[in-house]
Each structure stands twice: as C-alpha cells, then as structure tokens.
C-alpha cells in the first residue's frame, strides 16, 4: 500500500486515480490531503481524506468504479443527483464525471478494470449503450453501503498492516471479494431523476455542458455568467439555478474557481527569470493585483508569487544536485 500526505492540492489531485479530467480546489479549511493506494493484482482501491471540497470533472477510465462516501456530513452531488450517505455511486467505463462536494470529507473507491471484468464472466453492462457508460447513483441501501466500507476498512488495514500483503493469496481473495462487491453494486437499481416543478424546458445537465464546452473552447480566456447565459440560451436566474442544482455552486463561484486553478497552473510553468506575476495575471484578465493576491491566498494559502518563487527554488534544487 502507498499512502502520502499533501500540503499542496494540486499535487493530491494528480496522484487521484481512475480518471482523466481536473479537480478544483474548493471551500479550504485544513491545508491537508491524504491518498492511499491498494493494487490487489488487477483491482484497484483508493482511500482519500480531504481537507476542503471540491470539484471534479472528466471521464471514468475503461473500468467500472464504486465509490462511496465515507463521511456522511458533506453534501455531494454527482450530475445533478444528490448523494445520500448510503448510496453508490458507480462509473461505467468512459462515463462523464461531475462530482462535487462542499466541505472536508473522506471517500474510497474500488475500480475494476473491463478486461478484467469480462474474463472472470461478468457480461459488460453500459446503460447508455455503444461504448459509452453512464454515472449512476444507487437508491440508498444501508447494508450495502456499510459492507463495502467494512470490506475497504478491512483491506486497508491489512496492507498496513503486512508490508508484503499485496503480493500474498490473502490479496488475491481480497480482490475476488472486491469484484463480488461491484457486481452487487452494479446490479442494484439507480434513483430515479428527482421530481422539481416548474422545470426549465431545456435540462440542466443540458445547460451544464452548454457551458463546460464554451469554457474547454475558451480555456485560459475570460467568461463571463453573461457568455454562459448566451451559449446555454437561458437566462442568468435558470442558469444558476440549473449550476445549484446540478454542481452545488453558483455559476460566478464555478468560473472563480476555474479562474484561480488556470492562473496557478500558468505561475508554476512559467520561468521566474522571463516572467513576473503581473504579467501573468494581466494575460489572464486580472489588473486589481492586490484583490487578486488575496482571493488567492485565501484559496491556496501563499501568495502568487510565492508560487511563482517555489519554480524557481524547484529549479536551483535541481541544478545543485546535478
């Protein structure tokens, strides 16, 4: 088993496994994040402690993927479906993933990848059909979901436990069990689309990715709520309503938050000896440099250009060693 702690989220989100896409830091409150990581043979198992929220956007690899809550005070929300803390949630293979999630909380995870899954004569079930899964929520079934915390709690323990466990029978046994619990999961029925009235005409999983392939087309550039009502064709009080609904935050919060991850990103590629942080921030729309500085330490903890430093600490580290 390898578990590491993390000070910095960007460097938590890379090591989070299962998925391709991007995770945005959310509502900080402890400057911590911890993942650990279970390869019992072909199956794969995740333990994740977060110290914030946050949002996590992209495709399921080419695999089914239980995850569960483990903490039950975090509202979650994955496409617009409300998490109960004794639902599944399960990603088919190549499934669109927009999960939040407010505040601090704990999760695992069980990923089972498809080959494996048809060799051992599981039929390959994607609800959508074509070669395309979906994310569904499972209506909440207390006992199921305590056996599969029971079941990852169990296996964590033992790799902690035995250093060489991963390589023993007792983790082949460990990974049939495992299979046995996605199975159940998958054949457990998803909850049903929750009954709003006065819904709007167009979904707001419709309206959501109106925006998100605005905002993948004008990665790097400046939207604002008024080009996210435009391209989604609705007006600016459906739009948030339909981001509350669908993501748990309101459209201004989403795009700060792409917004803040954009500029960090540019900061930590950028050579300290070609660039300065004002220049940075004014090719991504920011002049209120001293406002900006704020929002950002508040969400990361230093300050732009202490990011921008750390690049070149990075560097003069590298170079002393060679």
Known sequence: MESRSYNDFDEFAEDVSSFDGRILLNHPSKPKWTISHIDLGEVHIQVG?????????????????????????????????????????????????CLSSAFEHSWCSIFVPTDVWTRVSNPLILSLGGEKGACRVTRPNRQLAMQGRSLVRDIQ?????????????AATIAAERAMKFVSRVVGEKPIGEPHRGGRPRISRKEIFYRCKE???????????????TKIARVSERTLE????????????????????????????ASKVDERTVTEILADHGEY???????????????????????????????????
């Open 157 to 169: 323990f033992a790799a902690a436990t035995c250093l060489q466990f991963e390589s023993t029978p």
């Open 288 to 322: 209120e440099f001293g406002r900006f500085a704020g929002r950002y330490h508040s969400q990361y903890g230093e300050l732009p250009s202490q990011t921008l430093n750390s690049r070149l600490n990075i560097m003069l580290s590298q170079r002393a060693s060679a």
């Open 49 to 97: 402690l977060l110290g914030s929220g946050n949002i996590v956007e992209g495709t399921s690899w080419d695999g089914y993927l239980v995850y569960l809550p483990l903490t039950g005070a975090c509202r979650k929300i994955l496409n617009g479906s409300e998490i109960d803390m004794h639902s599944l949630l399960l990603f088919e293979p190549g499934s669109d993933i």
């Open 214 to 228: 605005l905002l993948d087309e004008q990665e790097g550039k400046h939207v604002a709520v008024s080009d996210l």
């Open 241 to 268: 309503t339909a981001f509350k609904e669908y993501l748990g935050e309101v459209p201004r919060r989403y795009l700060q938050l792409r917004h803040l991850k954009q500029i960090r990103c540019a900061l930590r």
